[in-house]
């Protein structure tokens, strides 16, 4: 994707695809007050997807959903996954790092629920940074096996099974994600490698420092109340003599803490020694692969540990300056990570294809609504309560030479605030104003596109079919204003259209040198008898194409002159 990001393609192709993905995980992200990991549908939602047997490809439930974010490495977090020290420019024309994760849902046909079974993030530099997997497709070694046992993982037909003790939490163990693959990338572990080397001596303090406290309250005392243990070293607990559940917790909890004494003594010994860059990757990546992310919805993620014994290095230094670095963890990393992505969300706003008809009349609702909404149906508010942005838009109207200049016109009633949207003719000599519902369907529908370019910053923008009912040269002038967008506001537009003027406006600024050629992005979407696939046809400096545009650039006109 670039700032303005064109998507071609014949019809049903699947180049709407594109957008419903992002709107499947928008419109999932604002549906949190369930604990649905996907929302193909919502009522009065942004995208009706049906249930995950329709928009599986060929309908078939057993397939995985895979949709991938990439994000140009622009703020602190995903400078720190691309191992950049500073921010570039937006439209910086330097080479840009992208990070991005990547989403895999599967469907169960008994429980009729769709589940998140896999998370990866990765950059273009690294590749691959981090794999997590839902527990039971995961096949863990002795020692990790070992070591789930001991925390208690194996108590799962017990009260205190793993649903409430281990990680303790009252979830099923199907909403937790574990570590399964860390990357042995000498680039990406590098900067953490100096600075934790720099912080050894403390470091092996406060490993020493959770040592002693553990080998201190080992062991557990028996009164007349029952039997009062010491778990972990953190709290007590007093059950009955004859609870043998308990008592089995106890003893899961008293082997956990040997565990972990244990990996603290090979810890300080780890970091009172010389190690280098490879030693040191080779810990990371051993002592992580445990680590477990609790799942609370699709980008409700938290970091919840692993089994004592592995990793005690941030565990003993995670409250402190020590854990200054994001790669010092991936699964916080991939918390971190998560949040960016819902704020990526957030920034979404879509324009379908399909705007309001404008009424004759409207009622101020009250609301500030920050966005024109899918059908439009929020313009009006906008409007009226922002004359600046009345100003602007008809500085707009006039560049996009549409002649006609709108006016918010009040009409205030003892109980409401009735007004109305008018236009007033320029090309007349006395002054004509007529009711939007009394103009050509294309200025409402074009109307929407204009007032969100310009009403907002750092969003991004997408736009289903922008030059429906529009005249072509007015399709073309609305490449001035895109280019005005991304630039004047850092928004980005992504663009679902068939129209070629667009294209031609938008290929004379990259000639005339307003855009860069790295500023656009053009895709095509084809498909076969396997499915459909995207390609990306690039320009030049010089506004010309380098790739071959699909069957010729727009045929049709030539076919029909032969």
């Known amino acids: 994707m670039a700032p303005i990001t064109l998507i071609f393609g014949e019809n049903s192709a699947g180049k709407s695809s594109i957008l419903q993905a992002l709107h499947l995980l928008k419109q999932t992200h604002e549906n949190r007050d369930t604990d649905d990991i996907l929302t193909p549908r919502a009522d009065d939602g942004i995208v009706d997807l049906g249930s995950f047997p329709e928009l599986i490809f060929d309908h078939e439930v057993g397939r995985k959903l895979k949709i991938r974010i990439n994000f140009n490495t622009t703020d ?36 009729q629920t769709v589940s998140l079974c896999q998370l990866e993030i990765s950059n273009n530099k690294v590749g691959l940074i981090a794999r997590f997997q839902k527990f039971e497709d995961v096949s863990f070694d002795p020692e990790i096996q070992e070591g789930y046992k001991s925390w208690g993982f194996q108590l799962e037909d017990t009260a205190y099974g793993r649903s409430q003790y281990f990680l303790g939490r009252n979830r099923s163990p199907n909403d937790y994600l574990c570590n399964t693959y860390v990357t042995n990338s000498e680039e990406f572990w590098r900067d953490s490698f100096e600075s934790v080397k720099n912080k050894r001596e403390q470091i092996v303090k406060c490993l020493e420092t959770r040592r002693r406290k553990l080998i201190n309250n080992r062991g557990s005392s028996i009164d007349d109340r029952g039997v009062q243990h010491s778990v972990s070293g953190n709290f007590s607990i007093t059950v009955s003599r004859d609870d043998t559940t308990a008592k089995a917790v106890i003893d899961a909890d008293k082997e956990a803490s040997e565990r972990e004494i244990h990996g603290l003594e090979k810890a300080i010994k780890f970091y009172s020694s010389d190690f280098l860059l490879h030693d040191f990757i080779s810990r990371m990546r051993t002592e992580q692969r445990s680590d477990t992310l609790a799942v609370f919805g699709m980008l409700e993620l938290s970091f919840s540990g692993g089994f004592p014994g592995l990793f005690p290095e941030y565990y003993t230094t995670k409250d402190s300056r020590i854990s200054s670095h994001s790669t010092w963890n991936i699964c916080e990393m991939a918390v971190q990570l998560s949040e960016s992505l819902k704020s990526m969300l957030d920034a979404v706003l879509p324009i379908g294809p399909h705007r309001s008809s404008p009424d004759r009349w409207y009622t101020f609702t009250g609301k500030k609504p920050q966005d024109v909404g899918l059908s439009g149906k929020f313009l009006p508010d906008i409007l009226f309560q922002n004359p600046k942005l009345v100003d602007t838009t008809n500085d707009w109207l006039r560049r996009l030479g549409l002649g006609y200049l709108l006016q918010i016109e009040k009409h205030d009633t003892r ?20 009711n939007l519902r009394d103009m050509g369907f294309g200025i409402s529908q074009i109307l929407p596109l204009i007032v969100q370019c310009l009403a907002c910053s750092g969003k991004i923008i997408t736009i289903q079919q922008p030059e429906l009912h529009i005249h072509p040269g007015l399709q073309a002038n609305l490449g001035d204003i895109f280019a005005e967008s991304i630039f004047d506001r850092s928004n980005q537009l992504i663009i679902e259209t068939h129209s070629e003027h667009l294209v031609l406006r938008l ?8 855009l860069n050629a790295d500023d656009i992005s053009i895709l095509y979407v084809s498909r076969d008898s396997s499915g459909s696939f995207v390609e990306r046809l690039r320009l030049d400096q010089r506004g010309k194409f380098t790739d071959d545009w699909p069957g010729g650039f727009f045929p049709e006109r030539f076919k029909e002159l032969l």
């Not at 290929?507 to 307003?514: M, N, Y």
């Open 76 to 111: 602190y977090l995903l400078a720190i996954l691309s191992r950049r020290k500073s921010k570039k420019p937006r439209h910086s024309s330097s080479e840009k790092i992208e990070s991005g994760v990547e989403l895999h849902f599967e469907y169960s046909a008994d429980k």
């Open 415 to 434: 109980y409401l605030d009735l007004y109305e949207i008018r236009f007033f003719d320029e090309h007349r000599e006395a002054p004509v104003d007529v």
């Open 507 to 514: 290929q004379r600024l990259v000639r005339t040198g307003k």
